[in-house]
């Protein structure tokens, strides 16, 4: 139950962040109850899990940072920007690199906490919270000099503000997440795949490590190896990150028909056997000269690598992203 509840809240934060970055409002607050239920069923938060839920509790609180009636802590005084910039100090003690980016993003949610209380006119808070914002340090001295005078003045519309906004601020924990989820790869589902396979005496490492590569010509059925390794590799591919929605659905789909597939990772001649299995239903179709071009002009496009924003933006006849890069691989030797 505590492995599940793991995997439950990685794939959780994996979407919310996504949902964040595309500003998909309905994907993110589903997602945010789902993460927040999930949290909140902690006994103890799992020490390589902190930042999980840190950034969790930070998105939720940037996302409603505006709305100064939502309380977030015990404190009424608490508004959810300055309940954010709490879980930004629990992330800045998790971490010893982006020094940069660490300080802009603290800087911007310490304007803003100050910026969205003079928005409503609510002066003295904005005053009150400068007070706690900050200490005595030389190093604060500037900003703090700085947003005393804007309350001051009380105009909400002054140029601090303006070039420090939130849309800056939005833009600076999308450039976070981006770096967060390339150094956290949701691939829990291919740990276990393989802790099951080495445990069958399958070498899954080396299976997993090596391509696999089958030649088009070939009409022959795969060995029982590669078709596992072909079944994870499509379950890593819907659980890509920049994958669309849909690609998320022909998992749901897959493990629901395909119940065999679990049942057979402690004999995984079962799998082999599995005449419905999604990786092996579908006859191998050859590569047609226009998907050849859409793969080349995606390339100059997006780049080598970007293989998921190319099957995005291409027309495909029923690819998957591993199926480009492999494809890629063969263009590049043939020519």
């Known amino acids: 139950e505590a492995v599940a509840a793991e995997w439950m809240l990685e794939f959780a ?5 996504r949902h964040f970055a595309e500003q998909s409002g309905a994907e993110f607050w589903r997602w945010r109850d789902v993460a927040q239920a999930l949290i909140n069923g ?5 020490p390589h899990q902190k ?3 840190y950034l969790c509790q930070l998105l939720i609180r940037i996302a409603q940072g505006k709305s100064l009636g939502l309380q977030f802590e015990n404190d009424q005084r608490i508004s959810p920007l300055e309940s954010a910039l709490s879980f930004w100090t629990l992330l800045e003690m998790e971490e010893n690199k982006l020094e940069k980016l660490h300080e802009d993003i603290r800087r911007l949610i310490q304007i803003q906490i100050v910026a969205v209380y003079m928005e409503n006119r ?17 190093s604060d001295k500037p900003l703090r000099v700085k947003l005393a005078t804007v309350i001051r003045n009380k105009d909400p519309y002054v140029p601090l503000l303006q070039s420090f906004n939130y849309s800056l601020l ?4 999308k450039s976070y997440i981006k770096l967060f989820l390339e150094e956290n790869e949701t691939n829990f589902l291919i740990q276990e795949a393989t802790k099951h396979v080495v445990s069958n005496g399958l070498e899954a490492t080396a299976l997993l490590n090596r391509p696999v590569e089958v030649s088009e010509s070939d009409e022959s059925d795969l060995e029982t190896k590669q078709r596992f390794v072909l079944i994870i590799i499509l379950l890593r591919d819907c659980l890509d990150s920049n994958m669309k929605l849909r690609n998320q659905r022909v998992l749901y789909q897959l493990i629901l028909q395909n119940h065999s597939l679990y049942s057979g990772l402690n004999n995984v001649q079962n799998v082999g056997n599995n005449e419905v299995s999604f990786a092996c239903s579908r006859k191998r179709q050859r590569w047609t000269p ?7 002009s995606g390339v ?7 293989w998921a ?15 480009l890069k492999d494809r890629w691989r063969t263009l590049t030797k043939m020519k």
């Open 122 to 138: 609510y002066f003295r808070e904005a005053a009150e919270v400068l007070a706690r914002l900050f200490t005595d340090s030389e």
């Open 13 to 17: 934060c994996s979407c919310l962040c």
């Open 300 to 306: 100059r496009e997006f780049g080598v690598g970007n």
């Open 42 to 46: 902690l006994s103890q938060i799992p």
């Open 309 to 323: 924003k190319i099957l995005a933006h291409g027309n495909f006849n029923n690819r998957t992203s591993v199926m």
């Open 51 to 53: 930042k999980r839920v």
């Open 290 to 296: 226009t998907e050849d071009l859409e793969l080349k």
């Open 170 to 173: 939005i833009s600076k924990i």
